[in-house]
């Protein structure tokens, strides 16, 4: 890549491969742009593929399978919802949207997802469900998770947004929970813009999901040719992507190996390069622990406190490099103090907002990343 050494590097830039305009111009040439046609299928098939879930179905975004999941465990006020504070909005919307409570818990300091000891403590008789988030592409520790889930007839659910082709102990990130969620935002490893899918691995919710998200009629089995007229049968909305969007995000889902390989080439490269100064205890780097592998989405670091960080974010900006914190603790903003409830004390969620800091990863860093390197190293050193 031509690099100008002018132009500040992005922390992410969206991955596009070019065969994506083929499969865009194969649909258009359907007279079939709706969802749900042949595109639709493909990424279905694949999806189903890389999660090993047997049930996916294409969503215009991962906030819309998360709020599906709202709708497909009939979430209502009173309920309760068991989940890291230390997430995207998305993931507390869902919640909050059917009237129920969000029911903050704080992580696991080494992962930076949902504690399955505090998660535990947090039950009670209102709870219905617990919603792991696997964050920057590095799965939660759902074994315990499922234990809790079980022994107190809860429903298992899986933010999987940042985790497509991560697994854990062998079994691919989407298929661990009862329902999961994927988003395929630009800003994720494979991408369309905007979109999502929903996994359905607890088929006692196939047929609902299939309801609620084709605007809460029976649409989906007239196409099958199960029956011969469709009308309204539940409540639902409207949750699928064009056939534009699907054959865009087919050509990537191909390639979803290959995208996830370079991501994991760079994080391992930021992995190296931040080893000594971690070792000395300048900074503090990601654990992937033995039983998980990661699909690279997301590289941090984390620094000695929020005014290291600060100062860390100025002085990349002066070198012309991106960096950014995650996440702001929801169960102290303002909707997560109207909506939610906290369990616990969230002293890791609230360190590890203070001491975060992404840094670029994406596609086409190429070289640049010496750029990103030597100005961080410049700063720690
Ligand atoms: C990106 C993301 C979402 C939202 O995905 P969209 O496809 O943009 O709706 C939800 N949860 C997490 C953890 C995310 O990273």
């Known amino acids: 890549m031509n690099e100008n050494r002018l132009t500040r590097i992005p922390l992410s830039r969206p991955t596009v491969l070019g065969t994506e305009l083929d499969y865009v111009a194969q649909s258009l ?117 499922r234990e809790i889930t079980d022994n107190h007839g809860l429903v298992l659910l899986e933010d999987a947004a940042q985790a497509l082709g991560a697994t854990y102990r062998g079994r691919p990130c989407g298929s661990l929970g009862d329902l999961g969620a994927i988003s395929f935002h630009e800003t994720k490893n494979v991408v369309s813009g905007e979109g999502g899918a929903l996994t359905v691995n607890d088929l006692r919710f196939a047929e609902r999901a299939e309801i609620i998200r084709e605007k809460g009629t029976n649409r989906s089995r007239f196409f099958r040719g199960e029956i011969d007229k469709y009308t309204w049968v539940d ?11 699907a054959a865009f995000l087919y050509a990537q889902l191909q390639t979803t190996e290959q995208i996830n390989d370079i991501r994991r080439a760079i994080f391992a490269r930021y992995m190296d390069a931040f080893q000594e100064l971690a070792s000395k205890g300048r900074v503090t780097l990601p654990t992937v622990p033995a039983d998980r592998v990661s699909n690279g989405h997301i590289f941090y670091l984390l620094l000695d406190d929020a ?56 596609h086409e860093l190429g070289e640049s990343i010496d750029r990103v390197i030597g100005a961080a190293l410049a700063y720690c050193e």
Do not use: W
Request: charged letters at 20%.
């Open 29 to 145: 040439g359907q007279s079939h742009l709706a969802g749900d046609g042949k595109f639709t299928k493909l990424c279905h098939g694949l999806i189903e593929q890389i999660t090993a879930s047997p049930k996916a179905l294409l969503t215009h975004s991962c906030t819309g399978a998360l709020e599906m999941m709202g709708l497909l465990i009939d979430l209502k006020p009173g309920d309760e919802v068991i989940l890291p504070s230390f997430t995207f909005v998305s993931t507390a919307n869902a919640i909050a949207l059917r009237g129920a409570t969000p029911v903050f818990v704080d992580i696991n300091p080494a992962t930076l997802t949902i504690e399955p000891v505090e998660a535990a403590a947090a039950v009670t008789p209102k709870t219905r469900a617990i919603m792991a988030v696997h964050y920057a592409g590095i799965a939660a520790d759902m074994d315990p998770l």
């Open 235 to 245: 409540v639902g909305s409207s949750y699928l992507p064009s056939e534009i969007v």
């Open 307 to 362: 005014e290291d960080r600060d100062r860390f974010m100025d002085h990349m900006r002066e070198h012309d490099v991106s960096a950014a914190f995650h996440y702001v603790p929801l169960h102290d903003a303002p909707a997560g103090l109207r909506y939610g409830r906290v369990s616990g004390d969230l002293i890791h969620t609230q360190q590890t907002y203070d001491r975060l800091v992404r840094l670029p990863n994406f």
